[in-house]
């Protein structure tokens, strides 16, 4: 597997990164063991966790894992906290959200420490410090953000300047969801931030398995992550999805093979972070041929996704 720098920095990740988030719940143990060994033995070496995925089962099973695999790069996150308040970066939380993580990952650092969203209630100075001194302590060697708008990600940068090694925008990108172009992208080239493209696939959408119904094995039926497909599933998805359909029965390759190809070619993005609830979809997406497409597919895929775009961000004012 290709493997990429993230950013400006001399961190390199895989091209894709196996996410976790299902492991706990809809993927147990023994599934979850399957899934990393398909990927790691695919040479794959970048997994992704969080504090809250699972309520901290996900990073449990992540460190009895990677007891045996110290080459692999971990990322994982701290901010998200149950209601009311959602956010909080402060130097309580994020200390001892760290602490609690590495307890469970069995690990004395992490690589890449990701704060998990904007939280508008604590001092950005705050936050920055409690990155700073985590950095310097070892135990996390890169910072990262998550779901960040613009001018976040631009605030937080220009804040930490060069003392703080913020290399990561881990943010949802794919054919389905581009608003990180209006900004984010743009941002991220500016300073040097490397883009970690989560859902890739449209949350499941883009496969094409969603094309005719919706299966009772898949997210899109399950409890926990039904509205989380949901959104992609309106009529102007639809039309997307045909379009990557016969792009991909063109090329001869499945859909999702395309979505990835077409997200990794895109400015700045250093992984695409795949997660699956079963063995056989990790082993289609380490199957997948994520080559360079066509130049006029890739413009065709690009044509028909693109978001609206406006004043300030497009428009006469900046050509």
């Known amino acids: 597997m290709e493997e990429r720098a993230l950013g400006n920095s001399g961190l390199f990740v895989s091209s894709v990164t196996l996410g976790t988030m299902t492991w706990g719940r809809d993927t147990d143990v023994y599934e979850a063991r399957d899934q990393f060994n398909i990927y790691y033995n695919a040479g794959g070496r970048s997994l992704d966790t969080a504090d809250v995925y699972c309520d901290g089962t996900s990073e449990e099973i992540v460190g009895e894992f990677l007891r045996e695999f110290p080459d692999v790069i971990l990322a994982t996150k701290a901010v998200a906290v149950p209601e009311p308040r959602k956010r909080d970066a402060s130097r309580r939380h994020l200390l001892n959200a760290l602490d609690n ?10 690589d890449i420490w990701y704060l998990h969203a904007w ?3 604590t001092p ?14 070892g135990k996390a060697r890169y910072i990262g953000i998550s779901n960040y708008s613009g001018w976040q990600l631009a605030t937080l940068a220009t804040m930490a300047q060069n003392s703080i090694p913020i290399v990561a925008a881990q943010m949802e990108y794919s054919l389905l969801e581009r608003g990180i172009e209006r900004e984010v992208i743009q941002a991220s080239s500016a300073h040097g ?14 496969t094409g398995k969603y094309r005719n119904s919706t299966p009772a094995d898949s997210r899109g039926a399950s409890q926990h992550f039904a509205n989380f497909v949901a959104p992609y599933l309106t009529d102007n998805s639809r039309r997307i999805v045909e379009a990557l359909a016969v792009a991909s029965d063109g090329l001869g390759r499945p859909m999702l093979d395309t979505a990835l190809a077409w997200v990794l070619a895109q400015p700045q993005v250093a992984t695409a972070i795949v997660g699956a609830r079963t063995a056989a979809q990790v082993r289609a997406i380490m199957a997948a041929d994520i080559s360079v497409l066509p130049e006029g597919i890739h413009a065709a895929l690009s044509d028909v996704s693109a978001p609206p775009r406006s004043y300030p961000e497009f428009g006469w004012n900046q050509s």
């Open 193 to 206: 931030i490397g883009v970690t493209a989560w859902s890739p696939l449209g949350r499941g959408v883009l």
């Open 101 to 110: 993580s590495l307890r469970r990952l069995r690990r004395n650092h992490v």
């Open 119 to 121: 939280d508008p209630l």
């Open 124 to 137: 950005l100075e705050e936050t920055l410090s409690v990155c700073q001194s985590v950095i310097a302590s």
